[in-house]
């Protein structure tokens, strides 16, 4: 089956480089997600630092072995050049990896900006540390389960786990 994952924050520990990139365009405010300069520089040179979670890489690894395809679906605006695909698969373990799905910026008939890539991919089954990630798999009817964002994540408020009768995966936030 087709498998979709989240990137920030569910495959990859990726807030220092949000961090940083935050504080290098609008340190007062979160403007810095309108600006294409921040995304290219997250996807041209920031990315190659994040931490891969290893829950993530077990779970690839999981679906892998039963021969299901992985799909990596972000809420990113896209960069001038797509970097962030090479750099997941080979950190992740991906087999067969597919462009990475960015939908941030994307006009879509759906609520959810995921909603649309899942619905593209055939994917059944959605994994993601947001509401938002679970809206789009509820808005798509397939299964959704809640990875845990790390504790020490720059991204607050952690959202309500289960908060949508979702499955929470435990001890998914490293």
Known sequence: MNVSFDIDDTVAATSGCFYYCQQKYSPNDHSNLKNQN????????????????L?????????????DQIFLITGRTAGKDDQVTPILAKA??????????????QKSEYKQ??????????????????????????????????????????????????????????NSSY
């Not at 829950?55 to 021969?67: D, F, P, T, V």
């Open 38 to 53: 921040f995304w290219d520089e997250i996807d041209a040179s920031c990315d190659k630092y994040s931490i891969p979670k």
């Open 55 to 67: 829950s993530a890489k077990a779970l690839i690894e999981m679906h892998q072995a039963r021969g």
């Open 92 to 105: 992740l373990g991906i087999k067969n990896m597919q462009p990475v799905n960015f939908t941030g910026g």
């Open 113 to 170: 900006g995921k909603t649309a890539a899942i619905i593209k991919h055939k994917v059944q089954l959605h994994y993601g540390y947001s509401d938002d990630d679970i809206l789009a798999a509820k808005e798509t009817s397939i299964r959704g389960i809640r990875i845990l964002r790390a504790a020490n994540s720059t991204y607050v408020p952690h959202p309500q786990a289960g908060g949508y009768g979702e499955e929470v995966l435990i």
